[in-house]
């Protein structure tokens, strides 16, 4: 596999965390719309009655700190440094943004998404009780 063909097979399968976290969410009774289009960064998961929105991002693509899925690939380095480093600042760009639009915004990392009882706490802090 070259790199390019390497680097589409990581993000497509960034999806699964994704669907990890909608389903929870789903199962925990809260509802939510995908993909707010008119939202900064367009976030995952938006829940429009409570102004919060969740991302789920890969720890490759938006570089999780300190997280050991984030290490940057040995070649291309200069390329690949200053495309993740963009992705870092856009993203905080977005959540700066929806501050100023008053959405609460938490982000779940992918590896966040392995430990399904500390992501149910972690989503349930965040959004409070869900109307049932
Ligand atoms: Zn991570």
Redesign the pocket.
């Known amino acids: 596999m070259d790199r390019s063909a390497n680097m589409r097979a990581i993000r497509s399968k960034g999806t699964h965390p994704e669907l990890v976290v909608r389903s929870l969410v789903h199962k925990l009774g809260y509802r939510f719309r995908l993909h707010g289009k008119a939202l900064p960064g367009k976030p995952d998961l938006v829940f429009p009655s409570r102004n919060k929105v969740i991302f789920v991002h890969g ?1 490759f693509w938006h570089q ?1 700190l300190n ?1 050991k ?2 290490h940057k690939p040995k070649s291309n380095v200069a390329y690949w440094g200053s495309k993740l480093k963009r992705n870092r600042e856009r993203d905080k760009r977005h959540l700066r943004a929806l501050g100023r639009m008053k959405f609460g915004s938490l982000v779940i ?4 998404t392995q430990n399904i009882a500390v992501l149910r706490k972690q989503v349930q802090k965040f959004l409070g009780r869900a109307v049932t």
Not at 109 to 112: A, G, L, R, T, V
């Open positions: 720890c999780h997280c899925r984030a990392w992918e590896c966040q």
